[in-house]
């Protein structure tokens, strides 16, 4: 399921990749939380450029109807591995079951 576009993404030491995205979190089709652990599929015009798995969703404080969703990446990816502009999917849901959220 197709979700939205990357904006931006940033390294933090120990932490990993942290993608920032153009959708909302209350424009999800799910709970954001639901979301870690799942495998996201980045698109380039329609082909596929990366995959990788979830590992944590960024939730800023505070928290209002304008907060990005942000989430970061397993370990092994970097900023150049994922390109700003790419679509990205959840390709496989570890907890998220989207037809029922």
């Not at 404080?61 to 304008?66: E, F, G, H």
């Not at 989430?71 to 990205?88: P, Q, V, Y």
Request: glycine share 8%; net charge neutral; proline share 4%.
């Amino acid at each position: 399921m197709l979700i939205g576009r990357v904006l931006a993404t940033f390294e933090i030491t120990g932490r990993g990749l942290v993608v920032a995205t153009d959708i909302l979190l209350n424009e999800l089709p799910c709970n954001a939380q639901a979301i870690s652990g799942s495998q996201i599929e980045f698109r380039i015009h329609g082909v596929i450029n990366n995959v990788a798995t979830v590992h944590g969703v960024e939730m800023p404080t505070p928290l209002n109807d304008r907060t990005p969703f942000a989430f970061s990446l397993s370990s092994g990816i970097s900023k150049n591995d994922i390109r700003i502009g790419s679509e990205f999917a959840i390709i496989l849901q570890s907890k998220v079951d989207l037809r029922n959220s």
